[in-house]
């Protein structure tokens, strides 16, 4: 079981950055590979970057060389560097742990724990 917690969201101009932040608790984080999604309104959710325990990342190709993920297991704790933010990023992001070997997949359905999400609104 792990708990996790998201911040760092907010509201930013297009061509903004924000890093977004999910701290981890419970049991045993460093074997769990963790995963940002996003919801915008009226969308499904999708999953938008994941990292592996020893930082092997994927990301779907809207957010390639913008967004970059990454773990600090010392601290329990993911992040998401989003630079050059523009508009179509404005969405409910969301933090997700999973053991399953296909997390690469980025499916929402391989993921088990969530946290809460952060709201991420970026204006034009």
Do not use: H
Not at 30 to 42: D, E, G, H, I, S
Request: glycine share 8%.
């Amino acid at each position: 079981q792990v708990q996790l917690v998201e911040s760092g969201g907010g509201s930013v101009q297009s061509g903004g950055s924000l890093r977004l932040s999910c701290a981890a608790s419970g049991d045993r984080y460093t074997v769990y590979y963790m995963a940002w999604f996003r919801q915008a309104p009226m969308k499904e959710r999708e999953g938008i970057a994941a990292v592996s325990p020893v930082g092997g990342t994927k990301y779907i190709n809207t957010v390639q060389d913008r967004f970059t993920v990454s773990r600090d297991n010392t601290k329990n704790l993911l992040y998401l560097q989003m630079n050059n933010l523009n508009p179509e990023d404005t969405a409910m992001y969301y933090c997700a742990a999973t053991r399953s070997s296909e997390w690469w997949l980025l499916a929402q359905n391989r993921y088990t724990y969530w946290g809460q999400g952060t709201q991420v609104t970026v204006s034009s």
